[in-house]
C-alpha cells in the first residue's frame, strides 16, 4: 500500500474514493454527494408516478433548469436547448450544415470524437477538411490566429474551434478567432467543452454561429448535461436532426423554435434537471461565488503544474495567460501504447496501478511526445500535486 496525500477539506462533498488521488477531474468531471442525491429524487419522482412526472411535472422543470444556465452563460433560454454531452451537440450542428463543394476547417488540438464527426459528415456532404496545423508548444495566442489566418481560403465556409482544448489544455483567443473568421464570412461552431464553470463568459458577446458546452465538466452537473447554443441569425434553418413532439406547452412564441429539440423521448432526464442545483450549490461551498471557484481552481492547478515542473526540470508548454484549471506538464517520451487511448501510456499505466493517482498522460502532437495533464477541482489539495510530481521523479528515474 502506498501512502497518498489528503485532498482539500471539501474532498467529503464528493463521492469519490478517498484511495485514489483524483487529478483528473477534466476528463469527466465529478458530481457532489447533494446534487446526486438531487438527481436520485428525480429518478424516485419518475418511477413512482412515472405519467405524472412526464406529463405534468417535467416541463416546468426542464425549462427552469435551462433557463438557469442561459442566465449563467449569458444568452436568453430561447437560443439554447440541453443535449446529454457536446459530442452529441456537435453532431446535432454538423447534420444542420448542408454545404457541399467547400472547405470546412479545424485545428490539430480539436477533440478526437468532434473531428471524426467534423470529418464523416463534412465529407459526406462532399466538402474538403482542413486540419492547420498549430504548433504545441506555443508562446503566444498570435500563433493560432496567425496559423488559422493563412489556412484559410475563399472556399472556407464553417470552422470547428475548441474553447479550451482537451488533449494540450489551452484556452484558445476564442473571440479574436470568431472576429477573424466572420470578417472572412465563416461560419464558427465553438466546442466548448470545458468552459462553463472554468472560465469567464458572455455567450452573446461573443456572437459564435453555434456553441456547446457540457454542465457536466466544471459546473458539476450529473453526467448526461450539455447545452446546444445556435445564434438567432440561424434558427430559422436549424431544424431538429430527429423529429419529437412540438412541444409547445409555453405560450410564449419566443419558446417555439427551442421546443422542438426538448423531448428526446422517453428517458431519464434528471440530469439535465439538476443543472440550476449545481450553479447555485457549487458556490455555495466557498464565501466568493463562482468567481473564487474559478480562480481558485486555476491558480491551484497552476501552482500545482509549476511544482511538478520545477521537481523534472521542465517548462509549462504555453504562457500563463493561456491556461485554466487543467494544466500541461512535459515528461520524456513514451512509445505508442499497445491501446492507443490517450489514457493508456506506460506512465498513466505505473501512476495508477503503483501510485493510486488518476491523471492523464497524453501523447501529443503524437508519440513519443508525452506530457502529464493535472486538473484542480474544489477537492483537490496542493499536496496531491506534489506527490505526483515525486511519483514521476521516482518513474523517470527507474526507466
Ligand atoms: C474539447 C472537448 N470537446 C468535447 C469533449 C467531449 O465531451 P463529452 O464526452 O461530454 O461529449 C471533450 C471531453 O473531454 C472535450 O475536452
Same mark, same amino acid.
Given at each position: ?33 447533494f446534487?446526486?442525491e ?10 413512482s408516478?412515472?405519467v405524472?412526472?412526464? !406529463?405534468?411535472?417535467?416541463? $416546468? +422543470?426542464?425549462? @427552469? #433548469? ?6 449563467f452563460?449569458?444568452? %436568453? ?6 443535449v ?14 448542408k ?5 470546412w ?10 473531428i471524426?464527426?467534423f ?11 482542413i486540419? !492547420?496545423?498549430?504548433?504545441? $508548444? +506555443?508562446d503566444? @495566442? #498570435? ?5 488559422l489566418?493563412?489556412?484559410? %481560403? ?10 479550451i ?10 473571440k479574436?478567432?470568431i ?5 472572412k ?10 468552459a ?17 458546452a ?29 423529429y419529437?413532439?412540438y412541444?409547445?406547452?409555453n ?10 429539440f ?42 500545482g ?17 493561456m ?5 500541461n ?22 501512476l495508477?496501478?503503483?501510485?493510486k ?7 501529443f ?6 506530457y502529464?495533464r493535472?486538473?484542480?477541482q474544489?477537492?483537490?489539495?496542493i ?17
Open positions: 500500500m502506498v501512502n497518498i496525500p489528503k485532498p482539500s477539506l471539501l474532498f467529503d462533498q464528493w463521492k469519490l474514493n478517498p484511495n485514489i488521488v483524483h487529478l483528473n477531474h477534466g476528463s469527466f468531471g465529478g458530481t457532489p454527494r446534487i446526486i438531487k438527481q436520485k429524487k428525480y429518478i424516485d419522482k419518475l418511477e408516478e412515472p405524472d412526472f412526464s !406529463v405534468r411535472q417535467w416541463y $416546468p +422543470l426542464y425549462y @427552469e #433548469n435551462k433557463k438557469a444556465l442561459a442566465d452563460v449569458g444568452t %436568453s433560454e430561447h437560443n439554447m436547448y440541453l446529454p454531452n457536446t459530442t452529441i451537440g456537435i453532431n446535432y450542428i454538423l447534420h444542420n450544415q454545404e457541399s463543394n467547400q472547405q476547417l479545424t485545428t490539430n488540438h480539436a477533440y478526437g470524437a468532434c471524426h464527426a470529418h464523416k459528415i463534412g465529407e459526406d456532404r462532399g466538402n474538403e477538411i486540419k !492547420v496545423q498549430i504548433p504545441f $508548444p +506555443l503566444s @495566442e #498570435n500563433e493560432i490566429l496567425e496559423k489566418e493563412t489556412n484559410l %481560403s475563399p472556399k472556407t465556409s464553417l470552422a470547428l474551434i475548441d474553447y482544448t482537451s488533449a494540450t489544455a489551452i484556452i484558445f483567443p476564442i479574436k478567432i472576429d477573424l473568421l466572420h470578417s464570412g465563416i461560419k464558427v461552431i465553438v466546442d466548448a467543452a470545458h462553463p464553470g472554468m472560465v469567464d463568459f458572455n455567450l452573446d458577446a461573443f456572437d459564435a454561429d453555434y456553441f456547446v457540457n454542465c457536466h465538466k466544471w459546473i458539476c452537473s450529473p453526467k448526461g448535461s450539455a447545452f446546444v447554443y445556435v445564434n438567432p441569425k440561424h434558427q430559422k434553418e436549424y431544424k431538429p436532426v430527429f419529437s413532439f412541444n409547445d406547452w405560450a410564449d412564441e419566443a419558446a417555439h423554435w427551442s421546443n422542438q426538448i423531448w428526446e423521448g422517453t428517458k431519464d432526464y434528471s440530469a439535465y434537471l439538476c443543472i440550476k442545483d449545481a450553479l447555485s450549490y457549487m458556490p455555495s461551498l466557498v464565501n466568493g461565488g463562482w468567481n473564487e471557484i474559478k480562480k481558485h481552481n486555476r491558480d491551484l492547478a497552476i501552482q503544474a509549476k511544482l511538478i515542473a520545477n521537481k523534472l526540470g521542465v517548462e509549462l508548454p504555453v504562457p500563463e495567460s491556461l485554466g484549471s487543467i494544466v506538464i512535459p515528461l520524456w517520451d513514451d512509445k505508442i501504447p499497445l491501446k492507443f487511448f490517450n489514457y493508456y501510456t506506460e506512465v498513466k499505466n505505473i495508477y496501478d503503483q501510485y493517482i488518476e491523471v492523464p498522460c497524453v501523447l502532437p503524437q508519440a513519443p511526445k508525452q502529464v493535472v486538473s484542480a474544489l477537492y483537490n489539495s499536496e496531491e500535486y506534489e506527490y505526483l510530481g515525486d511519483c514521476l521523479l521516482k518513474i523517470r528515474n527507474s526507466s
